[in-house]
């Protein structure tokens, strides 16, 4: 592929090498010093052991000198990679300039907002910067909604990940991720997406986003479903956390066609499938429609800095000044750093690199699919992939400790993944968009010899 000479020396050439089983020595100390004096709350060391020493590209190495292939990404917040020359530059300028200015204008302010419109449909011409995580970005298009519409429900859709705040978590569907907690922001309600490889509502998988929108329809048209009418629906175009499921492009088209039918406003979440991942700039973009409303984060910092943002269209921009702010909304170096790496995305065509090598990969993985007993189904768009691993493929029992095997194994022979699903038992990819086809590859290689070796012992 054209781009992966390209991206060839943004990486570490000779990964994976693996000099001690991880968690060596150097890090053992380190996760134990970690143990004794962080939350108990840590999850990303439990599940791949290891203390980190630096990154390149698609690859990071350990303080015990193991070199990894990253197919994690920092749950997709690297599309870069780690350390990009050209992004990390842009950030260096930055430092020595300014670094905080709240919402007041400046030249790099302005340039980011350019970058950003130059990729986003023009209907969505209007931007706010929150606070720097993906979470505040969902937190601010809610309030943008309910304070436009009156209307103060929301609906959003089972298997949907968007956030860990109050208002972002009570849109998360994952139970586990609220036990104990109490009352969240009431007012939100599940319906349905379609996953069609555990369709919900039974019957042809093809017909499974069908019935799912017409579902969404019922319940916005009937008053006798339960549902107030909401100011919003919420969606992940390309759901992440719950497993890299892909609806069909028509679902979409639909969901759109049902908020404007009664009047709702639809917000896509792209925190995790925008900027490049799914093969377009935003994931929406493949279904040819235009949510009201886009939240965005992780990849917007160029190689990690912390920033969050949503597009809206003009007709909702009816906040008074000071009716939502956020000290952190003025980040600089986080700016310089997103405008940076969006620009060298158009540039460099790095979604067009994203849809072409996760198409192939994803063709490799179908054919361990069909050769094995474990992994019920590969799947994906773009470098949003997802292995769902299975205890046997005629009954579907999903098979969280399989999954995890898989990424304890995968990890030990040098590549990173991680987990996530509805039951835990898909094992997710979410590489850097640069990622070279050679790195890729032999990742993928890892991942599919260690699922063959697993199902040796089913």
């Known amino acids: 592929m054209q781009n992966s000479e390209k991206f060839a020396q943004l990486s570490i050439e000779d990964a994976p090498l693996i000099k001690v089983t991880p968690p060596g020595p150097q890090s053992r100390e380190i996760l134990e010093y970690q143990e004794k004096n962080e939350s108990s709350a840590i999850s990303y060391a439990r599940g791949m052991p290891m203390a980190l020493k630096r990154g390149k590209g698609a690859t990071l190495e350990d303080v015990d000198g193991n070199i990894y292939i990253d197919m994690f990404g920092g749950a997709g917040v690297m599309a870069l990679g780690h350390g990009h020359p050209e992004v990390l530059a842009a950030a260096h300028e930055q430092i020595d300039e300014i670094t905080h200015t709240l919402d007041i204008p400046s030249p790099t302010r302005k340039n980011l907002v350019s970058v950003l419109k130059s990729i986003l449909p023009s209907q969505l011409s209007r ?137 709702v406003l639809l917000i896509c979440d792209e925190i995790q499938s925008g900027l490049g991942r799914t093969g377009k700039m935003f994931a929406f973009e493949h279904s040819g429609i235009v949510p009201d409303i886009v939240t965005m984060s992780k990849a917007l910092g160029g190689v990690g800095f912390p920033i969050s943002a949503i597009a809206y269209r003009e007709e909702l921009n009816t906040w008074p000044a000071g009716k939502t702010i956020g000290t952190f909304r003025g980040n600089m170096v986080a700016f310089a750093a997103g405008a940076k790496a969006l620009s060298y995305m158009v540039e460099h065509n790095v979604p067009e690199h994203a849809a072409k090598l996760g198409k192939i990969l994803l063709e490799e993985l179908k054919k361990v699919e069909k050769d094995s007993k474990i992994l019920g189904e590969a799947r994906g768009k773009g470098l949003m992939l997802g292995l769902e691993m299975v205890k046997d493929r005629e009954t579907k029992e999903p098979a969280p400790e399989i999954a995890r095997e898989v990424r304890k194994l995968a990890h030990q022979r040098g590549v990173m993944i991680e987990v996530g699903g509805h039951y835990g038992n898909v094992a997710r990819l979410l590489p850097p968009l640069i990622i070279t086809e050679k790195l890729a590859f032999k990742g993928a290689e890892i991942i599919s010899d260690v699922i063959r070796d697993i199902e040796k012992k089913y």
């Open 127 to 263: 931007l706010f910067f929150g606070g720097p995580t993906g979470s505040d970005a969902v937190e601010q298009a809610l309030k943008l909604a309910k304070f436009n519409t009156g209307r103060y429900n929301i609906i959003a859709f089972e298997g949907g990940y968007h956030g860990m705040t109050g208002g972002a978590l009570a849109l998360t569907s994952d139970a586990g991720h609220k036990e104990g907690l109490g009352p969240l922001v009431p007012g939100v309600q599940f319906v349905p997406y379609p996953y069609t490889y555990r369709n919900p509502f039974g019957g042809p998988e093809e017909e499974c986003d069908l019935r799912c929108a017409e579902y969404l329809d019922h319940v916005l048209e009937d008053s006798h479903s339960g549902f107030m009418k909401p100011a919003a629906v919420i969606l992940e175009p390309v759901q992440g956390e719950g497993g890299s499921i892909v609806p069909p492009e028509r679902f979409l088209q639909n969901v759109r066609k049902i908020c404007d039918k009664h009047g």
